[in-house]
């Protein structure tokens, strides 16, 4: 890490928030194990604390001084802990209320980031009496239907065919995740994702990732569990390029007024014309695995996974970030 050494008393005494009520429950029990690990590597003085399994009077009667989140997901991403550690007045890792409410949904997101010109994938909303067809006139015949507030790869599909049974279907399956739904032209091209850290003008890019799955097929069982996605970091791609995204993912992340730590997912559209960036989506609670992609790209910069979570960790607050 850069700067002088910390000293671990002071950050009092540091909950780590963990586990919670989200479809990533999972995950997040390893993001919020590997925290906790580090930290009391570090010599801080750290607790788990599980929402879904511990009421909130416990986390109000451990007087943490500070919160490092570690959940993903809905009630630990998007806003609802962040609301209450505001309300304790428990300063917390990462963005703030307003920022975490945006970023969950993808739909939210993408209408700001097109507001503002920033590239995202064309989409449309899916309803019940949407006319399919009409769908794939507009977007093309290769897309992806995602719920707009889960993560993780849940409740995604691709759907690659004219035939509209296959796009109801793909819809009716997001649909057992979240009431919204939409639909987005399909990206063909490298997958990179860009962590950053810090708020405002101090935010910075971390080195880009790239992500190569077994057969282009990115889902959420090779996301954590194969040994065949292969992550290349910092990405072979043109130091411009990646200059490029990483400047179009910090403005994408101010914008929505993020703070702390994130990480955007971006998809890379190659063409006779070049390579042109199409951002996905912005994590306010990335995963914090030891397999995990921001800790991958820290350690391309020579931050060790102690030092990241130290670093995140020296940033929490409360109220406006950035
Ligand atoms: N428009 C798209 N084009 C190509 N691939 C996509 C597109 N949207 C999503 N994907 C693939 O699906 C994965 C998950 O999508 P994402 O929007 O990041 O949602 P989440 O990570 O919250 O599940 C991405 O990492 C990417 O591999
Ligand atoms: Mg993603």
């Given amino acids: 890490m850069t700067g002088p050494a910390l000293d671990p008393k002071s950050f009092g005494k540091v909950g780590v928030l963990l586990g919670g009520r989200s479809a990533e ?18 010599g801080i003085d750290a607790h788990p604390f599980d929402p879904a399994t511990q009421p909130l009077a416990e986390l109000e009667a451990a007087r943490f001084d500070r919160a490092f989140i570690a959940l993903h997901g809905r009630f630990g991403e998007d806003g609802t802990i962040q609301g209450v550690l505001e309300t304790l007045r428990v300063p917390y890792t990462g963005s703030g209320v307003q920022a975490s ?44 239907v995602k719920p707009v507030r889960e993560g993780s790869t849940i409740g995604i599909t691709k759907v690659t065919s004219h035939d509209r049974n296959e796009l109801a279907a793909a819809h009716e399956a997001a649909l057992a995740y979240d009431d919204v739904v939409i639909a987005e032209e399909l990206i063909r091209g490298r997958e990179l994702t860009c ?37 290349l970091c910092p990405a072979p791609v043109e130091d411009w390029l990646a200059r490029d995204v990483q ?19 971006v998809m890379l559209h190659q063409d006779a014309r070049g390579d042109k960036p199409y951002l996905l989506e912005l994590n306010t609670s990335p995963g914090m695995t030891s397999h995990s992609l921001v800790p991958m790209a820290a350690r391309a910069e020579g931050i060790d996974y102690a030092d990241l979570v130290l670093e995140i960790l020296s940033q929490a607050s409360l109220g406006v970030r950035a």
């Fill in 195 to 231: 962590a950053i850290l810090g708020s405002g003008v101090a935010a910075r890019a971390l080195p880009l990732v790239e992500i190569r799955a077994p057969g282009a097929n990115y889902d959420y069982q090779s996301k954590y569990f194969s040994d065949e996605t292969q992550y």
């Fill in 101 to 144: 409410s945006i970023a969950i949904d993808k739909l939210i997101t993408k209408r700001l980031w097109a507001a503002e010109e920033i590239p995202t994938p064309a989409w449309r909303e899916l309803h019940a009496h949407t006319d399919f067809g009409q769908v794939v006139a507009e977007l093309g015949d290769a897309l992806i």
């Fill in 247 to 265: 400047q179009l993912c910090l403005r994408a992340y101010n914008l929505l007024g993020a703070g702390g730590w994130g990480r955007i997912d």
């Fill in 25 to 42: 429950r999972e995950v997040s029990i390893m993001s919020g194990t590997g925290v906790l690990q580090a930290l009391r590597s570090r």
